[in-house]
């Protein structure tokens, strides 16, 4: 082993360990392991919420976008700041509801608003789906991270093995609250790797971050502006307003998780007002793949760019420790992707008699999406490619249902909001299998439109729902009830 092999190794055991020590008690209630006592901190809430934009995708993802498409990679950056717009609004009204009526999952919030248990299933059904592919890109990044930073193809494949043991070790045995203990660890790491590479990578390639902005200028003019081929201004515009409609009405399923275990609206409302500035260290990456446009060759792989630059910047015991700050952007989201799978099948899905067979369905769970994402990485790293572009268009699908459900009186019911569900997910996996020509739209978006027409015609047929138990639930639950304290 090498230098940045055995750091990198010996990073991830750390990781793995500071989760398991989260644990403070052997969890007795499915409700406990998902989301603690719903009383976690603003900075514990902070952390979980932020962990989940430090992902694989901002050290390999950003950086590999600007070297071929510019400053096109920057959509990322306003796509959160205004999704954490829509959720200083939506985040409290979402935990006041799980905290009322216990949910534990998005599926939860569906099946009461809508008074429909089939559309809580299906909800269910169609968030571990397209989860799953999430988990393997979490995987296989952590693979292709460790390779890069230490020129070993085996002992990348070692270190996934022992990222998805480590990572199902803690999660197994700590829940949400180990995720939220790795979360501190993995994110200041993350900052501290990325405020890294601002500084050294500019100096390596051209001196100054100033004087490398001054050199694209003049040979490559293309990428400052939003005119690259296949990343023009539409490309820019509809991918940013797709994610931040998925990402700003909460339609990933595993973000739920932070939001229904904080303390209060209040504490979730004040996160909310500071993330976007947070978010701003999503420049870097960005930065790094501009600099690898002048420092590497045209055909070198986008995936590649952020940890090449690295090596070319920095001595190879630094360069293990951004591998480790890697494997803790992929190990932290892994965990709370497999929690969301694992608590959508066991709660929603898989019929239990007791808590104890509710929590071992559970922990099956986690096991088994864990392993078939491991397995799939190791041998077949692009077969779900295609449906890993399905991810985030898809999950949007259950944006226009989710507005509904979130009104003081859901008016729309269970079919028509079924059947559009089905009907948007259908055109986007027709878009994106069949290889329809739409130019640089996001297929997500255009397939919000037939979601929209479907959903609306059902309405008009059927009529809109007059009264629903989710309606009447509320109704003896009002908002009142909570103090305002706590909704910020």
């Not at 306003?78 to 829509?86: F, H, P, Q």
């Not at 093995?161 to 660890?185: E, H, M, N, P, Q």
């Not at 949007?396 to 008016?411: F, G, H, I, S």
């Amino acid at each position: 082993m090498n230098t940045s092999m055995v750091i990198t190794v010996l990073g991830m055991v750390a990781i793995a360990a500071l989760g398991i020590s989260g644990r403070r008690r052997p969890s007795k209630q499915l409700g406990e392991w998902t989301v603690g006592h719903r009383n976690f901190s603003a900075a514990t809430s902070w952390f979980l919420q932020a962990g989940e934009f430090f992902t694989t995708f901002s050290f390999l993802g950003l950086a590999g976008l600007a070297f071929g498409g510019g400053v096109s990679a920057t959509y990322a950056i306003g796509y959160l700041a205004i999704s954490l717009v829509t959720m200083y609004w939506i985040g409290p009204r979402t935990w006041r509801l799980g905290r009322d009526h216990g949910y534990l999952t998005q599926a939860d919030f569906f099946a009461h608003r809508f008074g429909s248990p089939l559309l809580g299933k299906v909800v269910a059904v169609v968030g571990a789906v397209f989860l799953l592919p999430y988990l393997q890109l979490q995987i296989t990044g952590l693979g292709l991270i460790v390779q890069l930073a230490t020129g070993s193809h085996a002992g990348a494949n070692l270190s996934m093995v022992l990222a998805t043991v480590l990572t199902v070790g803690f999660v197994l045995w700590s829940g949400i609250r180990g995720i939220a203990r790795v979360a501190y660890l993995k994110d200041a790491l993350m900052v501290l790797a990325l405020l890294v590479l601002l500084v050294a990578v500019p100096i390596s390639v051209s001196g100054s971050l100033g004087h490398l902005f001054h050199t694209l200028q003049h040979t490559h003019p293309q990428l400052l502006t939003l005119h690259p081929p296949g990343y023009d201004a539409t490309w820019f515009t509809t991918s940013m307003l797709i994610s931040a409609l998925g990402s700003g009405l909460n339609t990933m399923p595993h973000l739920w998780l932070p939001v229904l275990s904080a303390r209060s609206g209040k504490a979730l409302r004040s996160n909310y007002i500071w993330l976007p500035l947070y978010q701003v260290a999503l420049g870097i990456p960005v930065i790094v793949g501009l600099a690898g446009v002048l420092a590497l060759a045209p055909g070198t792989s986008s995936k590649s760019v952020l940890l090449t630059m690295a090596a070319h910047s920095l001595p190879g015991w630094v360069v293990g420790l951004i591998a480790v700050a890697a494997a803790g952007a992929a190990m932290v989201p892994s965990a709370a992707i497999v929690m969301g799978i694992s608590t959508l099948v066991s709660h929603n899905l898989v019929p239990a008699r007791s808590e104890r067979a509710r929590l071992t369905a559970n922990h099956l769970t986690v096991v088994a999406a864990s392993g078939a994402a491991l397995v799939l990485g190791l041998t077949r790293p692009d077969l779900l490619t295609n449906l890993l572009l399905l991810t985030y268009g898809g999950l949007a699908q259950l944006a226009p249902a989710t507005v509904a459900a979130l009104a003081r009186r859901n008016r729309l019911g269970a079919t028509p909001a079924l059947l559009g569900i089905v009907t948007g997910v259908a055109c986007l996996t027709w878009l994106t299998f069949g290889s329809v020509d739409i130019g640089t739209w996001d297929p997500g978006l255009v397939s919000l439109a037939p979601n929209l027409a479907v959903t609306g015609i059902a309405t008009l047929v059927l009529g809109t729902r007059r009264d629903s138990t989710g309606a009447r639930a509320e109704t003896a639950a009002p908002e009142a009830a909570v103090p305002a304290s706590e909704l910020g």
